[in-house]
């Protein structure tokens, strides 16, 4: 499971990228703006979806539905 510091990073990199484009990022990209390898990146994706933050995978996938960008 990745450190508390590393799901903050992870919670906060898509926003701006959801304003500026309309959309979500790929796990890879968030990846690559982490310093991560691209199966780092998926299974933090996954941590974070699973940790009770207001985030939603794809079914069987690491694509991003939905994710709370608002204050919790």
Known sequence: ???LAM??????IPR???ITTG???HYTGLARDLGLTMEEG???LHGLSGS???AWLHPDTASIVAL?????
């Open 42 to 44: 998926r299974r933090l």
């Open 1 to 3: 499971m990745a450190d």
């Open 23 to 25: 959309e979500a990022p």
């Open 68 to 72: 709370h960008l608002g204050v919790l």
């Open 7 to 12: 799901f903050d990073k992870a919670y906060y």
């Open 16 to 18: 701006p990228y959801c």
């Open 52 to 54: 009770g933050i207001l």
